[in-house]
């Protein structure tokens, strides 16, 4: 059993808990995830790493409810267990490969829009540890749907918020912004991180590459089984098949195909849409069991 040490709601359907899971906590980097089950009748949901404490041992997740499993999570409290919480799974963040200091010498823009400000964080946070200042824009639709804005201002270089609805700080999309920042402020970056929604990650890549800025982005939200063998998470990047939970869940997003896995989304919801999907891409259709650990 993994306890569950703080559980607070963030907004509307949004929640966050620190998990006491040391082993994951020792091991795991920034842009890992985990697969957390509350009890035997419980799905796995994979869930991207918010934060870790080393010291303390405890894993932070951030989750909105979606269906069953996850409103199951929303009911639990401080003082009660996840029966299995397994990781770090997926593939660390390219840039904790890289040399810091070739890093200190780069622009870096991070990107998040709603939940997806949850494994940004962490990326921004291990940058402000190796002393390198990074600009972030995060995007919710309304003031009452951000999260992590202190957490977030804590370790940005520079923080740029902007809401759909203008009612918190600028109004429009994180696009509006990263024009703004490029062509009007004049600002050259060399790296773009994109986390959030499929569709505002491909409005900023479509963005990026005409700005001609390399960006990464992470298809999380497109994981279901979290070990490649459901299937859920095949998508085309260039012209090689890959599954987000084992072969990444980051990506060149200039690569990715996104209108082809939002419209495979939706086919894998429903038994009918499975079966199509699994007719159509025989062999190809699963990835195969990643790299799976545990907190043993």
């Known amino acids: 059993m993994y306890p569950i040490m703080k559980a607070r709601k963030l907004a509307d359907k949004i929640y966050l808990m620190d998990v006491a899971a040391p082993r994951i906590a020792k ?7 985990i697969i957390a089950k509350t009890d035997e009748a419980g799905e796995r949901v994979p869930l991207t790493i918010c934060d870790y404490d080393r010291k303390a041992g405890t894993i932070t997740i951030v989750f909105q409810t979606v ?4 409103e199951r999570m929303a009911l639990l409290h401080e003082g009660d267990a996840f029966l299995d919480f397994v990781g770090p799974l997926g593939c660390p963040s390219e840039f904790v490969h890289e040399d810091v200091e070739a890093l200190k010498k780069k622009k870096i823009l991070f990107v998040a829009g709603g939940v997806g400000t949850a494994p940004v964080y962490p990326q921004v946070k291990w940058m402000r540890e190796h002393g390198i200042d990074v600009d972030v824009i995060v995007g919710a639709k309304t003031r009452d749907m951000l999260i992590l804005e202190e957490e977030m201002r804590s370790v940005a270089g520079n923080l740029y918020i902007t809401t759909d609805d203008g ?56 994981m279901v089984d979290g070990t490649g063998m459901c299937g859920a998470c095949r998508v085309t990047v260039g012209n090689e098949v890959k599954f987000a939970c084992v072969d990444g869940p980051e990506f060149d997003g200039h690569l990715v195909n996104f209108d082809e896995a939002m419209k495979r989304q939706q ?16 062999d190809t259709h699963h990835g195969g069991c990643g790299q799976c650990g545990g907190d043993e």
């Open 267 to 282: 086919m894998y919801k429903s038994q009918e849409g499975r079966a199509i999907l699994k007719a159509q891409e025989g």
């Open 27 to 33: 091991h795991c980097e920034p842009g890992q995830f």
């Open 67 to 70: 269906g069953a499993s996850t």
């Open 167 to 222: 009612s918190y700080m600028a109004k429009g999309m994180v696009t509006s912004v990263i024009e703004d920042l490029v062509k009007n402020k004049g600002i050259k970056y060399d790296t773009c991180v994109a986390i959030g929604p499929m569709i505002m990650m491909k409005f900023v890549c479509l963005l990026t590459k005409e700005l001609e800025i390399p960006t990464i982005v992470s298809l999380n939200p497109i």
